[in-house]
């Protein structure tokens, strides 16, 4: 008999704390590559004793410094994957974790090493429960989600590649008392608006002048006013430089005008603003940009001004009415048949995961695996061991209907 069929769901629940607390006692902040690649080996340890194969890759990060990427895969048959993924690194170093009642304090607990642990927890419980192993199953742990990714997305973006579903270990919320499952993320567009007027004389000429400053503040305004709450679209002006073309042009020396009367008598010929939009919808995002555009080329007419909207990079959304609808619904039905309630958050902020797929609108995703808790990125950042307790449980259930 395995025994791993001896082993009750208590004692599955008491190895995942110990588990846990042993990753959160590894420093393993964004750039800290050793501490990083400790946690994958430390957790590549656990799963090759439970069947996986274990590659630690190295990917070059921020400055090309290489970072390790934990790659753990269940016998492959060939046939569609189930992708999860989750980072290994944190905001903050290691401090010691801290056991206060059924709160399991420590840096990284929740956001994300509890995910590694419950799904380490979740393999054993599948295993009490069923002949054979997995198959077709692939782990990615990332080195650099809370540093911009430039690993993450790239290696998301590969692995991704032919998968089925794609899981995501990050923590769930809670909102009005119950727990979350994560089904949107917002997608995001850079934009920059360049604007070019006429410098006049502010006391001799001033009417002869076209401030690109005035209509690029118009247009920010106007652009911010598009916004809309709950799971509307937002326009953030995130900066707005203006001032003679001599400053805006060559501000790494121009800076030394601030504070002084310098071209104050000047009207300001030179502009430039920087933002970004978020959408939950293609088309939605589509509608926004095309609106700025649009203001753009109406307030320049108005104001004899040449205002030039333009976008850079896109992160693709990932439509809470997309492909994984009905896998949140079996996850939140298998969720009720174990007594507790689970409800989908639509509009998880941030970029995460899902957002590096190629085409988040092709593949199913479930989002929010992870447990709860509080205070993620402080020292005072826990994890809920009651909430890891049923999230265990609910992976290794929805492990089981997608393994039929």
């Known amino acids: 008999m395995n025994e791993l069929r001896t082993i009750q769901p208590a004692a599955i629940h008491d190895a995942a704390t110990a588990l846990l607390t042993d990753l959160c006692s590894i ?48 016998p492959m048959t ?18 010691p974790p801290r056991l206060d009642g059924r709160r399991l304090f420590a840096s990284g607990a929740l956001d994300m090493k509890a995910g590694f642990a419950m799904f380490v927890a979740a393999l054993d419980m599948l295993a009490a429960r069923r002949d054979g192993p997995l198959v077709d199953v692939e782990l990615l742990g990332v080195p650099d989600e809370e540093s911009g990714s430039r690993v993450s997305a790239a290696a998301v973006r590969e692995a991704s590649r032919g998968v089925r579903a794609l899981l995501v270990l990050e923590p769930g919320g809670v909102t009005g008392g119950k727990e979350t499952l994560v089904a949107g993320r917002r997608g995001m567009t850079d934009w920059t608006l360049e604007a070019t007027g ?38 953030n002006v995130a900066r707005l430089l203006a001032g003679t073309a001599a400053f805006v042009d060559r501000l790494e020396t121009s ?103 190629e085409d988040p609108g092709r593949i199913a995703v479930l989002d929010g695996l992870g447990p709860v808790g509080d205070g993620m990125h402080t020292r005072e950042e826990w994890v809920d061991l009651d909430s890891l307790r ?10 089981m209907i997608l393994a039929d």
């Open 390 to 399: 049923r999230r265990i449980v609910l992976l290794a259930d929805l492990f």
């Open 198 to 235: 006429r410098p006049s004389h502010s006391g001799l000429a001033f009417w002869s002048g076209r401030s690109a400053l005035a209509a690029a503040a118009d247009w920010s305004r106007r652009a911010h006013a598009l916004s809309r709450p709950e799971h509307g679209p937002t326009v």
């Open 27 to 74: 420093s393993s902040e964004s750039g800290n590559a050793a501490g990083i690649r400790q946690v994958g080996e430390r957790l590549g340890t656990e799963l090759a004793s439970r069947g996986f194969t274990i590659e630690i890759r190295e990917l070059p990060g921020a400055g090309d410094a290489p970072l390790p990427v934990l790659h753990a895969r269940t």
């Open 255 to 357: 800076h030394t005008l601030f504070g002084t009367a310098r071209h104050r008598n000047v009207v300001p010929d030179r502009a430039r603003a920087e933002g970004e939009v978020r959408y939950l919808s293609e088309s939605e995002g589509k509608e926004v940009l095309a609106t700025l555009a649009r203001l753009a080329h109406e307030i320049g007419r108005e104001n004899e001004i040449d205002l030039r909207f333009t976008t850079g990079g896109s992160i693709a959304p990932v439509d809470p009415r997309g492909p994984g609808v009905r896998l949140v619904e079996r996850t939140m039905e298998l969720a009720a048949a174990r007594g507790f309630e689970l409800v989908v958050e639509e509009d998880r902020g941030g970029i995460s995961f899902p957002n590096y797929l």
């Open 78 to 95: 060939g046939g569609p994957r189930l992708l999860l993924v989750g980072h290994l690194d944190t905001v903050l170093p290691a401090s």
